[in-house]
Structures are given as C-alpha cells and as structure tokens.
C-alpha cells in the first residue's frame, strides 16, 4: 500500500520557468510533510518542510503548498535552475509516533534545460 | 563537522552470500534509521533505532535482514542468504532524536548492493 504517491516519474522545464512537482498522500493521520532532493551518488537532502497547521511553507525559491481536504502537497521551484535538476522525494510523518520516521514517494527527476 | 558515513560505497556479492552493511550516524545524533531504494522505487523504510529503545523493525523484508547498533553509535544492516531482488542503494539517516519536534534526517550517500 503505497501511503505516499508521486504519480509523475519526471518532470522538464527550461531554465527560469517554474517547476510544479506533485505529491498525495491517503493516511489523513500524517501531518507533517517534507521534500528532499537527491543528486546521482548522493544520500537525500532535505530541502523543505510543512506543517499540517499550515498550507503554504516559503523558503527563498522553493515554496510548498498543503491541501489537506485533498491530500496533496506540492513543490515550487521559481526560478527552476540547472543545478535544479535532481530527484526529488516527498515524505511525510506522524509527528504523534514519536519516531521520526518518515514514508517516501517514489521521486520525481526534475531535468532543467538552460 | 562529518556527516554520515556508509561503507561499503559499492558491493557486488554472489547469490546465497552473506553481507554486510556499515553506517556511522553523525556524532550525538542518537536516532538511526535504514532506508533502501530499489530502481525505480521510492525509499522504503527498513528499521529505526532510538537510543536504548527496542529497535522499529517493521520494515524488515524477511527473516534475512537484520540489523545491529552496538554501543549507540555504529550500525550494521546484515543480509543473509542475499537474493537478486535484493540488489539496491541502502541508506542509512541519522538524527537528534528528540521525539518533541519534527526532525530532519541527515543521510549517508548509501552502499549500492548488486546480488548477482
């Protein structure tokens, strides 16, 4: 059962434009969301995060949006630059559990073109 | 200051082999997750160890994974009778592990395993 959904494999975008990468969730218990990004050969980053108290986490060029009724968050990178371009997870939590652990998406590779 | 550190980088092992995989979590961080990522899949969580707390194995595949923190610093994933489908990149994250916040995870660059 795969809680946490990114339902597109890739995404390309030229250099300057946005970049919109989606991710649901179906467990209504998760509450707190992430985003990490990964280059080849290296572990994942984190890049940003939100809380479900909120809908909109900002953090220079990378914003987050949270729709809970949905169940679906989304990443924004404006402008999108070619060392944008990586794989980027989704995560999410149950701040209640205690335990950190996160459950991952299966990634979107974002390629941007200069 | 040094991040996580995994070792092996890469290991190629034959069917039926035994392996081992090592993770040095980031000084102080007393929380140690294992992850692994198979191609084309997202990151599936394998086992959680929180200070001297019993291990969070519900991610464990089979019988043939297991995984050891001795001293509650360096961990060891060890998987035995290794299969084909185990072929993956094997993270390891470390964080505070303080259950009050929201916590970052710091990871390891992974040990990529290939069973042939």
């Known amino acids: 059962d795969q809680q946490v959904k990114q339902n597109s494999p890739s995404l390309s975008v030229q250099e300057g434009r946005i970049s919109i990468l989606n991710c649901d969730y179906t467990?209504?218990?998760?509450?707190?969301f992430l985003w990490y990004k990964k280059y080849p050969a290296e572990g994942p980053t984190f890049l940003i995060s939100?809380?479900?108290?909120?809908d909109k986490n900002e953090d220079g060029r990378f914003t987050v949006f949270l729709n809970k009724s949905a169940k679906h968050l989304s990443l924004h990178i404006v402008p999108s630059q070619p060392g944008d371009s990586a794989v980027y997870f989704c995560?999410?939590?149950?701040?209640?559990?205690?335990?950190?652990?996160?459950?991952f998406g299966q990634g979107t590779t974002l390629q941007v073109k200069p | 200051g040094a991040g996580v550190s995994q070792s092996p980088s890469n290991k190629v092992t034959e069917k039926g082999k035994d392996v081992e995989l090592r993770c040095d979590p980031i000084?102080?961080?007393?929380?140690l997750y294992w992850y692994r990522q198979s191609l084309g899949q997202g990151l599936e969580f394998l086992i959680y160890?929180?200070?001297?707390?019993?291990?969070?194995k519900s991610g464990l595949p089979s019988d043939r994974f297991s995984a050891e923190r001795t001293g509650g610093s360096v961990s060891t994933l060890t998987i035995q009778r290794t299969q084909q489908e185990d072929s993956a990149v094997y993270l390891c994250?470390?964080?505070?592990?303080?259950?009050?916040?929201?916590?970052?995870?710091?990871f390891g660059s992974g040990t990529q395993l290939s069973v042939l």
């Open positions: 995560a999410a939590t149950k701040s209640s559990s205690n335990t950190g652990k996160l459950i």
């Open positions: 160890f929180q200070g001297n707390s019993a291990p969070d």
């Open positions: 939100i809380s479900s108290i909120k």
């Open positions: 994250a470390s964080s505070l592990g303080d259950p009050r916040v929201n916590e970052k995870l710091f």
């Open positions: 467990n209504s218990m998760f509450d707190y």
């Open positions: 000084s102080g961080h007393t929380a």
